[in-house]
């Protein structure tokens, strides 16, 4: 990665260097597409083997959202195990998104959108989120990615975020728990492997599916 490039560098400088990478997602190992210049490009990082490991299933239909989706484990997992779901995968770096595409495309899933923030319909309201959000952001932009995107979870819909326990899992916690209207409740829902697993209930119930 270019001096000065971070994962959530809008248009990464460096060369992309695309090349294959072996994962095991939904159940089946897949020979995807990785580059350089995203978030974790050469395997499932550890936050995220933890969210896809502790969440429970992804509802079968609906909009579901991937926020932050990197090269898109999250989102490539939900589109394979919810093919009657359409799957958002959100992304400020145009080649992390490039790269969902063409992941997308070569395990033949329809389901999947990859974008940019701004170009996700305003109206869409989300039956699931699933982030494992970009921490190095800042605390004042962390905190408006995450007041921007929760409120559209549909009724009785749930978030599942994944945070590092040295990076601030139980503050961030607590800050959600203020920020968010009474409709939401916040919880721990699992602790593994050094990562907290936050589950953000849109309603008046703190049950969610798990």
């Known amino acids: 990665m270019a001096s000065g490039e971070h994962y959530f560098t809008s248009r990464p400088g460096s060369d992309a260097k695309l090349h294959p990478l072996s994962v095991r997602l939904a159940g089946r190992d897949l020979e995807l597409t990785t580059a350089a210049g995203i978030f974790s490009p050469d395997r499932i990082d550890a936050g995220t083997q933890v969210l896809l490991a502790d969440a429970p299933a992804a509802p079968p239909s609906g909009d579901l959202l991937d926020l932050g989706c990197g090269w898109g484990p999250v989102a490539l997992t939900l589109a394979l195990e919810s093919p009657q779901a359409t799957v958002w995968a959100v992304d400020v770096n145009e080649r992390a998104l490039d790269v969902v595409r ?17 170009d996700v319909p305003d109206d869409l309201a989300f039956r699931a989120i699933w982030s494992n959000p970009p921490i190095r952001v800042g605390k ?27 990076l601030g899992s139980d503050s961030l916690q607590r800050w959600l728990g203020g ?32």
């Open 179 to 210: 920020a968010l209207s009474s409709e939401f409740t916040v919880r721990r829902a699992s602790t593994s492997k050094g990562y907290r697993v936050i589950h953000v209930r849109a309603g008046t119930s703190s049950e969610g599916h798990f």
């Open 140 to 166: 004042a932009e962390l905190h408006a990615l995450l007041l921007r995107w929760l409120p559209r979870l549909d009724g009785d819909a749930d978030a599942w975020l994944v945070v590092q326990r040295n």
């Open 102 to 118: 063409r992941n997308a495309a070569s395990l033949g899933l329809t389901n999947l959108n990859a974008v940019l923030p701004d």
